[in-house]
């Protein structure tokens, strides 16, 4: 059974914290993405990844960065948490070729206080 | 950049009835793909039907269908017979044929009625 997880379900910080959210998949898949899901918005692409140690940005990379030092694993960081970046978090990952699907992890809920 | 458009925020549907979800979607491409997922409340994302635009005959996927006109730029997803587990929200998304990036509409939720 294919699997994205992702290492918190919820997560509290505060204000001027760094954060790490974390994604891993076992598909052995070379695309992996960080999503940002707020109501009304539907997703918005921070970041991807098309390969080890490298990234692009997506519609939103401001206030985050991305780290792909391994294929499976891929990493969202907030170098300093503000109160905006309170929401829902989601990891996905693709296999080369546009027909493939995206699969999703099951999302990191962030409250910045 | 590609748009993909959602117009239905919400929707509700009795149980056993047919529902409709809209997508409308912007792009200068000829070959792409367009896909449904659907995430269930407190729940992961999943997918639920996809087409690829060179292809004429819609996707059908037990229950569900798509309405694919590709000159109209349109992909909606039809339910049939809905089940209280098909209540969720549902995004419509699009991928070209070149690049990595998925475009996602806002989304529809949708309600069903027992």
């Known amino acids: 059974d294919v699997k994205v997880t992702q290492s918190s379900r919820y997560l509290v910080k505060r204000t001027g914290e760094k954060v790490f959210l974390e994604c891993v998949q076992d598909?052995?898949?070379?695309?992996m993405f960080w999503y940002r899901q707020d109501p009304g918005l539907g997703l918005r692409l921070i970041y991807f990844s098309y390969d080890v140690k490298m990234k692009e940005k997506g519609d939103i990379p401001e206030g985050y960065s991305v780290s792909r030092e391994k294929k499976e694993r891929f990493s969202l960081i907030l170098e300093s948490a503000s109160t905006n970046q309170t929401s829902m978090y989601l990891c996905?990952?693709?296999?080369?070729?546009?027909?493939?699907?995206?699969?999703f992890g099951p999302g990191t809920r962030l409250t910045v206080l | 950049a590609q748009t993909v458009t959602q117009s239905q925020p919400e929707m509700s549907v009795q149980e056993a009835e047919t529902v409709t979800l809209s997508c409308t979607y912007d792009?200068?491409?000829?070959?792409?793909?367009l896909f449904w997922y659907k995430q269930p409340p407190s729940r992961q994302m999943i997918l639920v039907i996809r087409?690829?635009?060179?292809?004429?005959q819609n996707a059908t996927e037990n229950r569900f269908s798509v309405n694919f006109q590709k000159a109209a730029k349109s992909f909606s997803l039809k339910i049939s017979d809905s089940q209280l587990g098909d209540a969720a929200m549902y995004f419509c998304a699009y991928r070209g044929n070149t690049g990595n990036q998925f475009y996602f509409g806002t989304g529809t939720s949708l309600t069903v009625i027992p």
């Open positions: 087409q690829e635009a060179y292809k004429q």
């Open positions: 792009t200068s491409e000829s070959d792409y793909y």
């Open positions: 996905a990952s693709t296999g080369q070729g546009p027909y493939n699907e995206q699969f």
């Open positions: 598909m052995d898949h070379e695309n």
